[in-house]
Every structure is written in structure tokens, then in C-alpha cells.
């Protein structure tokens, strides 16, 4: 196979047309080499995907640009490596760029996590997943106040909470019934770019699922939830993490896996999905590096699956 080629390089002042990032380096597959054209079988239907045809749906992490946040974090920040004789940034007088980076992967953007999020056992990051390329439903859900549902949630619903309900879940899945994807990817309503850089607080406190909706997940049979939410809970909710626990099947207020907890299964949240993306059926590329922990920064991929003739 021929290796894809860098075909266009942005210069200062120019925007890259996949992330809208200044100065960014766009590393684009050259348009007719290396190119496959994937075909995959799901349930009885054939559908192929373009490799090049590939977007991003995670918030690029500018450490020196704006930021997403949860909780009020420190912002994600990079630091030249110092050493004795050594520093990491050519600008300086080095010899080559290494970056120290800190980062807290729930709280600083698109991150995937897994059930060691919420109990004791390790199940790291860098060991879920490895179903790379699986079949994702994207579908778009409209975010409502609680007073418009009468849905649950644990703790107690407050009139202001602004919740994704199982009752618009069903209506947006309703195309895509028969299909058991592996990967759920929701875009909530309003779809605002100011999700890229939104800092969640008690003042701006995010849209959360109901737990009738998280129960809808559940039945749908995913192993993978993505969503641009920065998490499927209530900022503050007594530190329950409800919808975190049934979705694992982990028992409430417990911190203990089960023999019936459900270990493979992985949630990302604080993504982007742009408009450009219609609700649809795609091959999820779901990318994370190979980190001990619960949590890691994350670029999931998503290319459009097109049902092939016959
Ligand atoms: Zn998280």
C-alpha cells in the first residue's frame, strides 16, 4: 500500500478547514494515492467507506487557545522540557521541541473513559476500545427543561435542569431501529461552536441524560456512547454519577464491579460534531492512546457508510 502523502501545509493566518484552527498543519491523504475504499458487512447489509472521507469529532486541544472546561480546571497546558544543557523548543536555542503537557482528561475536552472511571478495578484506557473500527449511529437530540418531561433522574430533578430525554432519543433513533450499532454518537440541539470552548460551571451547568434515557441507550445495545456533553450526568448531583452506573451496570452508590458489569463498554463526551455530519450511519474510528487510567484524551473518526448495490 502506498503511504498517504502531506499535500497541503497551512501557513500562518490560513484556517484549516477540518479544525478552523489558525497556523494548524493539515496532514490531508494525497487524493488518489493510498486511498481504500473499506467494505464492511454489518448484520445482512453490505455498505463501503471512503479512508480519506474521514472527521474528526473531537474539540482540537489548543494549549495555548480557547479551551472547553468542566469544573473549573486548570486549563490544559504545555511547557518546554528543561533539562540540564537541554531545552525542548527550537525558538529558544534547542535542538528539537518536547513538550511537557498536563492535562486532566475528564475536565480539558473529548476524552473516553471507561467503567474505572466510577469503581476500584482498573480497566485502563489503553486496553478498551480495541474494537477499532465498529458501526456508529450518529442522530441529533434536542436538549429540554425538566418541566417539559416527565422523566427521572437520581437525585431529584430540579425545574432548571436541562435534560436529553429517552422520549427524543427514541424519536431520533426511530430510522435506525433495526441496525444494533455498536457505537451511539449524539449531537445535542442547539449545535453551537461555542461548545468548543465552553467552560461548564454552576452558572452555565450542562445538559445531562434522564435516566430514562440512559435506560434507552442501554436497550440499543451500544458498547460505545459519544456525545458532546461533558458528561451524561448532572454536573452536581451528590456524587451519585447515576447514569455512569447504569450504563456500566454498576451497582448504585457502589464502587464494586459485578460479574454482570459491563466492562467493554467506553463513554466520550465533551466531542464536536459539526453540522457538516448529517444524522446517519458511519464507521467509528474511536481513537485513544495506550494509557493506564480511566480516562484519556481522545479523537474519534467518523467516515459515512453508504450501502453498496446489492
Ligand atoms: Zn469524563
Known amino acids: 500500500m502506498v503511504l498517504p502523502s502531506i499535500t497541503k501545509v497551512l501557513r500562518q ?21 493510498g486511498i481504500m475504499k473499506i467494505t464492511i458487512q454489518h448484520l445482512t447489509v453490505s455498505y463501503f467507506a471512503d479512508s480519506a472521507a474521514g472527521t474528526s469529532i473531537a474539540i482540537p486541544l489548543q494549549f495555548d487557545g480557547a479551551q472547553p ?27 528539537c521541541n518536547v513538550d511537557t503537557l498536563q492535562i486532566v482528561p475528564h475536565c480539558n475536552g473529548t476524552h473516553t473513559e471507561t467503567i474505572s472511571h466510577i469503581v476500584n478495578d482498573d480497566i485502563w484506557i489503553g486496553h ?29 430533578l430540579n425545574n432548571e435542569d436541562k435534560l436529553i430525554t429517552a422520549a427524543s432519543l427514541k424519536a431520533a433513533l426511530r430510522p435506525f431501529t433495526e441496525l444494533k450499532p455498536a457505537a451511539l454518537v449524539i449531537r445535542t440541539l442547539p449545535n ?9 460551571s454552576a452558572e452555565s451547568s450542562p445538559a445531562f441524560l434522564t435516566v430514562d434515557a440512559i435506560k434507552v441507550i442501554n436497550e440499543l445495545g451500544c458498547r460505545h456512547l459519544l456525545l458532546d456533553l461533558p458528561s451524561v450526568d448532572r454536573m452536581y448531583d451528590d456524587g451519585l454519577l447515576t447514569n455512569h452506573h447504569i450504563f456500566w451496570n454498576v451497582p448504585e452508590k457502589s464502587h464494586a464491579m459485578t460479574a454482570d458489569s459491563w466492562q467493554d463498554k467506553t463513554i466520550t463526551e465533551m466531542a464536536f460534531i459539526d453540522d457538516a455530519l448529517a444524522d446517519g450511519v458511519y464507521l467509528l474510528n474511536l481513537q485513544v492512546p495506550s494509557f493506564s487510567g480511566d480516562a484519556a484524551p481522545s479523537r ?9 448495490n446489492g
Open 13 to 33: 493566518g490560513q484556517i484549516c478547514n477540518t479544525c478552523r484552527i489558525l497556523r494548524h498543519v493539515l496532514i490531508a491523504p494525497n487524493a488518489t494515492e
Open 128 to 156: 478498551a476500545a480495541m474494537d477499532v473500527c465498529c458501526m456508529a449511529v450518529l442522530i441529533s437530540v434536542p436538549v429540554v427543561t425538566a418541566t417539559r418531561t416527565s422523566e427521572d433522574y437520581r437525585p431529584q
Open 69 to 95: 472546561n468542566h469544573f473549573g480546571t486548570n486549563k490544559a497546558s504545555h511547557e518546554p522540557l528543561r533539562l540540564a544543557g537541554f531545552i525542548g523548543k527550537t525558538e529558544l536555542g534547542g535542538s
Open 192 to 200: 453551537t461552536t461555542t461548545k468548543r470552548s465552553q467552560s461548564y
Open 300 to 308: 474519534p473518526i467518523l467516515l459515512p457508510l453508504q450501502k453498496t
